[in-house]
């Protein structure tokens, strides 16, 4: 059962069905619809937009070898994002050691005021050391739990917790200097 390219993704079940027989009109399509969100994903874990690329592709090559595994339950576009951000952390595991400070480590940090600011988010976010920023997507963008990231990262709760605590004095700190030199820009 072939679709037309001009068939939107209505019925996700159907759709899921055409998939699941390699059919490359769906496959496109489904690329066509969700790379620019998904690319984002990405790029929100790498900051090297043609790394963060490849890492969205070899993730839609994951999703399209095994769409099988995709049971219906929660959104199809759900379960790829699990697979982009998995996709991600895995680049990131191979590509460089992170460290992740235990609690007896910490610093005296500040917590963010809650304060609204104009900023460009992906350009604190890939100013962000690795750790910190992966910890931070994985709770803020992603709404991963501590348990869930810690046994996803190999770290402690407490690790976790003080590693998205940092993420947030960090990011507020980039903002303040980032707002600083603009308005020093401006004077």
Known sequence: MKINTQVQIDNEQEFVKL??????????????????????????YIPDFHAAEDC??????????????FK??????G??????????????????KIYYLDEEYQDNF???????????VQELLDALPENYRIVFNLFVLE??????????????????RQQLKRAKAKLKELYLINNKTQNEIKV
């Open 79 to 96: 379960w790829m994002r699990k697979i982009m951000v998995n996709e991600c952390l895995d680049n990131l595991k191979s590509t460089r």
């Open 56 to 69: 969205m592709i070899k993730a839609f090559v994951k999703i399209f070898r095994n769409i099988s595994s």
């Open 143 to 160: 709404d991963y739990s501590h348990k869930e990231i810690s046994d996803l990262l190999h770290i402690s709760e407490p690790t976790c």
């Open 110 to 120: 500040s917590d963010l005021d809650n304060e609204f600011y104009d900023f460009d």
């Open 72 to 77: 219906g339950v929660g959104s199809l576009e």
């Open 19 to 44: 998939l699941l027989q390699n059919d490359s009109t769906a496959q496109k399509l489904l690329y066509e619809k969700f790379s620019p969100k998904m690319l984002s994903v990405c790029r929100s």
